[in-house]
C-alpha cells in the first residue's frame, strides 16, 4: 500500500511544488522551453532514482540481517544467483509502475509529449540500477548500519539530487561542482530524458557516453552485487 500511495502522491506533490510553484519564478524558462517542460525528465529522473538508492540499502541488508528472507529462500534449492536476479525483476515492477505512473502525470499536466516522452521510462529505470546496484553490492557485505545508509543520503544522494543539472543547466554549477554531475548518474539519465522528452540539443557521442556511464554502473554494479550475495549466503 506504501509504494502504490507514494508513487501517486510523491509526483503530484513534486510536480505541484516544484514543476508549477517554481516554474512561476521563472517565466522566461529554462534553455529555450517552459521551466516544467525542462524540469519534468529531472524530476521523474531523481524520482525513480531515489527509490533505487532506497532499496539498494535498507532492504538489501534486511534480507541479510533483520527479516533474513534471502537466508530463508537459499534454504530452498534456489541460487545465489536466482535470488539476486528475483530481487532485481521485483524491483524492475516497481520501477516501471512508479515511472509509469509519474510519466502519467508529467502528460496530464502537459510537460512532456506521449509520442517520445515514453522513453524516458526505461532510461529511468536503467538509471536507477546504476545507483541500485553499487549500493545493493555494499549493502550485502554490511553486518549492521551503524550509519553507514544515513551517510550515503547526506553526501551522495543529496548532493547527487541538487548538483546534477536538475533544476538548471550543469553549466551554472561552479566550476569546483562540476564533477559531481559528470559521475552522476542522475545527470547522465536526466540529459538523456530531455533528449529524448523535449529534443534537448546534444552531440550524439554525448548521447552516447550517458548510455555507456549508465550501463556501466549497472552491469559493474550488479557484478558485485552477484559476488557479495554468493559470499555473504554460502559462507
Do not use: C
Amino acid at each position: 500500500s506504501y509504494v502504490v500511495t507514494s508513487s501517486f502522491a510523491n509526483p503530484l506533490m513534486y510536480l505541484l511544488a516544484l514543476g508549477i510553484g517554481l516554474a512561476n519564478l521563472i517565466p522566461e524558462g529554462m534553455e529555450g522551453v517552459p521551466f516544467l517542460v525542462f524540469v519534468a525528465p529531472a524530476l521523474l529522473m531523481s524520482t525513480i532514482l531515489t527509490v533505487g538508492a532506497e532499496e539498494g540499502m535498507y532492504p538489501v541488508l534486511s534480507g541479510f540481517k533483520w527479516h533474513k528472507i534471502f537466508f530463508a529462500i537459499h534454504a530452498t534449492p534456489i541460487t545465489p544467483g536466482q535470488i539476486v536476479g528475483g530481487f532485481l525483476v521485483h524491483l524492475t515492477i516497481r520501477f516501471t509502475f512508479t515511472a509509469g505512473v509519474f510519466f502519467g502525470f508529467l502528460i496530464l499536466f502537459g510537460a512532456v509529449p506521449l509520442t517520445s516522452g515514453w522513453v524516458m521510462i526505461p532510461i529511468s529505470i536503467l538509471g536507477a540500477f546504476s545507483i541500485l546496484t553499487p549500493l545493493g553490492a555494499y549493502a550485502a557485505r554490511l553486518e549492521d548500519d551503524t550509519g553507514q545508509f544515513a551517510l550515503i543520503q547526506r553526501l551522495v544522494v543529496m548532493p547527487m539530487f541538487l548538483f546534477s543539472g536538475t533544476f538548471f543547466p550543469l553549466s551554472q554549477v561552479p566550476d569546483w561542482l562540476e564533477w559531481v554531475g559528470w559521475v552522476s548518474p542522475l545527470w547522465h539519465a536526466t540529459q538523456l530524458g530531455r533528449t529524448v522528452s523535449y529534443g534537448a540539443s546534444e552531440p550524439i557521442w554525448l548521447s552516447a557516453t550517458h548510455i555507456a556511464v549508465l550501463v556501466g554502473y549497472a552491469v559493474i554494479g550488479g557484478y558485485f552485487m552477484h559476488r557479495a550475495f554468493v559470499a555473504r549466503l554460502t559462507r
